[in-house]
T-cell receptor, first 111, second 113 residues
Framework: DAGITQSPRHKVTETGTPVTLRCHQT?????MYWYRQDPGHGLRLIHY???????DKGEVSDGYSVSRSKTEDFLLTLESATSSQTSVYFC??????????FGSGTRLTVV | QQQVKQSPQSLIVQKGGISIINCAYE??????FPWYQQFPGKGPALLIA?????SEKKEGRFTISFNKSAKQFSLHIMDSQPGDSATYFC????????????FGKGTTLSVSS
């Protein structure tokens, strides 16, 4: 999607290892979000940021941490990956006039 | 606590028919109600959105109907086409408070040709 990229697109990792997902935007939007998508659960908010170094927890934040040292980058870290964190992770940015723009997602598999 | 409830979970409609997806919310402070469309392997994309000061908004074949007193809103897709086959999510937020969108669980729509 234009203006927002996620990396990597796919990742397989072992239980107990740390994993970092990256979201990069070129739109200079203040707000950035991390959601996870699971069958039967829709999209659930993990963490969000409302500015550099300003972050807050969402509905399913346990086991996740985030950092935002620059406006354009929002990192999601799984400190010690578990099988329950196997999911598709979406980053989003928001503009008050146009709603949310989502990235293409990262499919994470924890084995 | 599920703040946005979406139904049905799945829907099959014939080409040319009307697709209707419903959502109900609990928090009366919500003031922004968008619908997102998602195709397999892609991120959700904003389809149409409404604020609570109007009861209906139409964009092409897509219409949102909003009932503030019942705390419900729905998406109507007129003249449904096979290309509309996707997963649809309703959502809600309190924009002035800066809260993040809360999503329904999604509806998988299949339009048969």
């Amino acid at each position: 999607d234009a203006g927002i990229t996620q990396s990597p697109r796919h990742k397989v990792t072992e239980t107990g290892t740390p994993v970092t997902l990256r979201c990069h935007q070129t739109e200079n939007h203040r707000y950035m979000y991390w959601y996870r998508q699971d069958p039967g659960h829709g999209l659930r908010l993990i963490h969000y940021s409302y500015g550099v170094k300003d972050t807050d927890k969402g509905e399913v934040s346990d086991g996740y941490s985030v950092s935002r040292s620059k406006t354009e980058d929002f990192l999601l870290t799984l400190e010690s990956a578990t099988s329950s964190q196997t999911s598709v992770y979406f980053c989003a940015i928001s503009d008050p006039n146009y709603g949310y723009t989502f990235g293409s997602g990262t499919r994470l598999t924890v084995v | 606590q599920q703040q946005v409830k979406q139904s049905p979970q799945s829907l099959i409609v014939q080409k040319g028919g009307i697709s209707i997806i419903n959502c109900a919310y609990e928090n009366t402070a919500f003031d922004y109600f968008p619908w997102y469309q998602q195709f397999p392997g892609k991120g959700p994309a904003l389809l149409i959105a409404i604020r609570p000061d109007v009861s209906e908004k139409k964009e092409g074949r897509f219409t949102i109907s909003f009932n503030k007193s019942a705390k419900q809103f729905s998406l109507h897709i007129m003249d449904s086409q096979p290309g509309d086959s996707a997963t649809y999510f309703c959502a809600a937020s309190h924009v002035r408070k800066g809260t993040a969108l809360i999503f329904g669980k999604g509806t998988t729509l299949s339009v048969s040709s």
